[in-house]
């Protein structure tokens, strides 16, 4: 048998903590040191695992930027101070876990940028996380410390170097954290502390709120989040969930699922909804923009105001992909409830659906006796419906099928212009507001 020969590779010099080539000595027939200059990679084969120390903390301060620290599966970390990881640090760990001592001191979140929310600290700060990854799972508890963020950054630099930015994380789970993740509001021209990342599978179990991006964050991805409190996108946001299970609410449907500010842009691949909510989701803000693009309510939801989205503000767009409706123990009144300001409340909402034909299936309406000028479209598998607002209510006016047989052709609640394909004269005709005429108008 013959073995294939490593003719270089990069280690650890013990002695300095540098980074130290290797190249294959054919005399001796062994690996020796290039005396080389490359100390521009200073430490960046670094492989350390966490025992080695005294601590969690002291591990992350050892080991420095570019390193890898290996956590013992299913070993809980007490942590009795906030734990930075280094820059570009790559964590490898199975079902390790880091919990805040209730006697530890922790680190404040400071106010950076234009936010304004704080009181806060941090487990687990982001600061220097710039490029960092995590291969596996990873639990962090906030042992319910009054005020304890799971992770966040405790300051927000200029630097080129953002905090977390280009990050990947593969699964973490926040356990009784004040809040599970938290960013700082910024200005729109500084970014926010999670731009650019990627988190593949996230939960929350007993935390006050899931997680809060206050913004301006963009190009964020979460790939599959399981929540039961309440999650918080504000201001300048792009992100990107593709598949949110909500579980939350409580037994008085006082609480919201998803709360929306201004100017975010939300895209949810797949939405589950279960459990008792106010709205699961609300847009409270102006021009906020949601899609979802595939939404399946459960048996048993049940929402105080029976809808899946409000819409408070008076501009914002939204398009919903729905499955077929279940039965609910509380049944839905609609999809979408617009709350009516004024006349010049301008929204689009864009529903496509194979729910049956029924108002109480699609759009809502309250507040002001005013016409506004929202636009809303719904399809549905068999035709397309178009709805305005009319008072406080919404008044359809649809087309169940746009092709069919003569006797098939629908002379109630059609729009003006509608078209249909009659099958048994073979060509499109088109409705008047009285009858049914071809291209020549003639009546047929």
Same mark, same amino acid.
Request: aromatic share 10%.
């Given at each position: 048998?013959t073995?294939n020969?490593?003719?270089?590779?990069?280690?650890?010099?013990?002695?300095?903590?540098?980074?130290?080539?290797?190249?294959?000595?054919?005399?001796?027939? &062994?690996?020796?040191?290039?005396?080389?200059?490359?100390? %521009?990679? +200073?430490?960046?084969?670094?492989?350390?695992?966490?025992?080695?120390?005294?601590?969690?903390? @002291?591990?992350?301060?050892?080991?420095?930027?570019?390193?890898?620290?290996?956590? #013992?599966?299913n +070993? &809980?970390?007490?942590?009795t101070?906030?734990?930075?990881?280094?820059?570009?640090?790559?964590?490898?760990?199975?079902?390790? +876990?880091?919990?805040?001592?209730?006697n !530890?001191?922790? %680190?404040?979140?400071? #106010?950076?940028g234009?936010n %304004?929310?704080?009181g806060?600290?941090?487990?687990?700060?982001?600061?220097?996380?710039?490029?960092?990854?995590l291969?596996?799972?990873?639990?962090?508890?906030?042992?319910?410390?009054?005020n304890?963020?799971?992770?966040?950054?405790?300051?927000?630099?200029?630097?080129v170097?953002?905090?977390?930015?280009n990050?990947?994380?593969?699964?973490?789970?926040?356990?009784r954290?004040?809040?599970?993740?938290?960013?700082?509001?910024?200005?729109?021209?500084t970014?926010?502390?999670?731009?650019?990342?990627?988190?593949?599978h996230?939960?929350?179990?007993?935390?006050? @709120?899931?997680?809060?991006?206050?913004g301006?964050?963009?190009?964020?991805?979460?790939?599959?989040?399981?929540s039961r409190?309440k999650?918080?996108?504000n201001?300048?946001?792009?992100?990107?969930?593709?598949?949110?299970?909500?579980?939350?609410?409580?037994?008085?449907?006082?609480?919201?699922?998803?709360?929306?500010?201004?100017n975010?842009?939300?895209?949810?691949?797949?939405l589950?909804?279960?459990?008792?909510?106010?709205?699961?989701?609300?847009?409270?803000g102006?021009?906020?923009?949601?899609?979802?693009?595939?939404?399946?309510v459960?048996?048993?939801?049940?929402?105080?105001?029976? #809808?899946?989205?409000?819409?408070?503000?008076?501009?914002?767009?939204?398009?919903?992909h729905?499955?077929?409706?279940?039965?609910?123990?509380t049944?839905?009144?609609?999809?979408?409830?617009?709350?009516?300001?004024?006349?010049?409340?301008?929204?689009?909402?864009?529903?496509?659906?194979?729910?049956?034909?029924?108002?109480?299936?699609?759009v809502?309406?309250?507040?002001?006796?005013?016409?506004?000028k929202?636009?809303?479209?719904?399809?549905?598998?068999? !035709?397309?419906?178009?709805a305005?607002?009319?008072?406080?209510?919404?008044?359809?006016?649809?087309?169940?099928?746009n092709?069919?047989?003569?006797?098939?052709r629908?002379? &109630?609640?059609?729009?003006? !212009?509608?078209?249909f394909?009659?099958?048994?004269?073979?060509?499109?005709?088109?409705?008047?507001?009285?009858?049914?005429?071809?291209?020549? !108008?003639?009546?047929?």
């Amino acid at each position: 048998m013959t073995l294939n020969r490593i003719d270089s590779r990069f280690v650890e010099d013990n002695s300095t903590g540098n980074t130290v080539k290797q190249d294959f000595d054919s005399v001796n027939a &062994e690996l020796a040191q290039n005396t080389s200059d490359i100390t %521009t990679v +200073k430490k960046k084969a670094s492989w350390r695992s966490a025992e080695e120390f005294t601590s969690l903390n @002291e591990a992350f301060n050892s080991i420095g930027d570019y390193s890898t620290l290996f956590l #013992e599966p299913n +070993k &809980e970390y007490l942590v009795t101070s906030t734990v930075v990881p280094p820059k570009g640090v790559t964590i490898i760990c199975n079902n390790a +876990k880091i919990k805040a001592d209730v006697n !530890g001191t922790f %680190t404040s979140i400071l #106010e950076g940028g234009s936010n %304004t929310d704080t009181g806060f600290k941090v487990l687990y700060d982001l600061r220097k996380a710039t490029q960092s990854r995590l291969v596996g799972k990873l639990t962090i508890n906030g042992n319910d410390v009054a005020n304890l963020v799971g992770m966040a950054s405790s300051v927000l630099t200029d630097d080129v170097d953002r905090p977390a930015f280009n990050s990947l994380y593969d699964h973490i789970q926040f356990n009784r954290c004040a809040r599970g993740i938290y960013t700082q509001k910024t200005t729109v021209a500084t970014a926010g502390a999670m731009t650019g990342s990627s988190i593949n599978h996230m939960e929350f179990f007993n935390c006050i @709120e899931d997680f809060v991006i206050l913004g301006s964050n963009d190009d964020i991805v979460f790939s599959t989040v399981r929540s039961r409190g309440k999650i918080q996108i504000n201001n300048n946001t792009g992100l990107k969930i593709e598949s949110l299970w909500l579980y939350g609410g409580d037994a008085t449907n006082s609480t919201d699922g998803v709360v929306l500010g201004s100017n975010v842009n939300v895209v949810i691949d797949h939405l589950f909804v279960e459990g008792d909510f106010r709205y699961p989701i609300l847009m409270n803000g102006a021009d906020a923009k949601l899609t979802i693009n595939d939404l399946l309510v459960s048996p048993n939801f049940s929402a105080k105001a029976g #809808e899946i989205v409000y819409i408070a503000q008076p501009t914002g767009q939204i398009i919903i992909h729905a499955n077929p409706a279940n039965t609910q123990s509380t049944p839905l009144q609609s999809l979408v409830h617009l709350y009516i300001g004024n006349a010049t409340d301008s929204r689009s909402v864009i529903i496509y659906s194979s729910y049956p034909n029924s108002e109480k299936a699609f759009v809502s309406a309250s507040g002001s006796t005013t016409k506004p000028k929202d636009h809303v479209i719904i399809y549905t598998t068999e !035709g397309e419906l178009r709805a305005y607002i009319s008072s406080l209510g919404l008044r359809y006016h649809y087309i169940d099928v746009n092709f069919g047989y003569t006797g098939d052709r629908p002379t &109630e609640n059609v729009v003006i !212009g509608s078209q249909f394909f009659d099958r048994t004269i073979g060509k499109p005709i088109w409705w008047t507001g009285s009858d049914w005429v071809d291209s020549t !108008g003639t009546t047929v």
